[in-house]
């Protein structure tokens, strides 16, 4: 599956096309740099937003149980008059996307429309969580667990868009990201199969009471950045380890 990104660079610093732009200019006519400047932000604006016609949003919910496997939700939302092309993303191709991997399997699927947005949503069980690192997409992240001495576990997701838009670091990249960006919302909530004392999850989001935490982020603060989300649970072990650790004996 390709990137359903393109690759954008929106810099400021552009003499070549700067200087195309000067030479538009009659011999002879008074040029003022300052209102020149503020054409030419302008015109990145609307490049920014031609290009980003493709952005989406995302939602899911994830069941984690005590030997890794679980079941997830998520749902892709697309934005009317998105550029995005049905072999990139669609509800077939992340099916197939998802059949490709031995443990997965999806149970679900549907695509429906609310307001002027497309959601493509997704109904997926794994035999083990660390399966989803096989899928290659953008949302599910790389996910690693890790156990203490204590039997106590520590689950981490790094969720990033740093490989699939560039976008200048400069005051003026980072404002026309968030302008753009920030009202799509990408939202994870995670239900831990033992109890969760420990998570980066804000405390408004998180329910100890059902293990469940939710992170939400816009997209803008994931381009050239990474988010962690992350969770320290008890490890219980239930029937199905201790009859697994009994016939080993």
């Known amino acids: 599956m390709r990137s359903i990104y393109q690759h954008i660079n929106l810099s400021t610093s552009s003499s070549t096309f700067q200087s195309k732009i000067l030479r538009s200019f009659s011999e002879g006519e008074r040029f003022n740099v300052s209102t020149f400047h503020r054409f030419f932000r302008l015109a990145l604006m609307f490049i920014l937003i ?22 997830l939700t998520f749902e892709i939302g697309l934005p009317a008059h998105t550029s995005i092309e ?3 993303i669609s509800e077939l191709s992340i099916i197939a996307l998802c059949d490709t991997v031995e443990g997965l399997n999806v149970t679900g699927h549907s ?7 497309t959601w493509i949503h997704v ?10 690192n096989e899928i290659e997409n953008e949302w599910f992240g790389e996910i690693y667990i890790t156990e203490d001495d204590d039997g106590n576990r520590l689950l981490k997701r ?13 005051k003026f990249g980072n404002m026309l990201k968030h302008a753009m960006l920030g009202q799509y919302s990408w939202i994870y909530t995670m239900h831990f199969p033992d109890e969760l004392y420990e998570t980066n999850a804000p405390i408004a989001r998180t329910d100890t009471l059902t293990n469940t935490a939710v992170w939400e982020y816009n997209l803008a603060s994931l381009i050239n950045d990474q988010k962690i989300i992350m969770g320290r649970y008890r490890y219980r072990q239930g029937l199905k380890d201790y009859l697994q650790n009994l016939f080993k004996r």
């Open 50 to 71: 031609t290009f980003l016609s493709s952005c989406i949003e995302y939602r899911e919910e994830l069941w984690l149980e005590n030997d890794n496997s679980g079941k």
């Open 158 to 170: 790094y969720i990033t868009m740093s490989d699939t838009i560039n976008i200048s670091n400069n």
């Open 111 to 117: 695509t429906y429309m609310i307001e002027d947005i």
């Open 86 to 88: 049905d072999d990139e």
């Open 123 to 132: 109904d997926l069980e794994f035999d083990d969580i660390l399966l989803l």
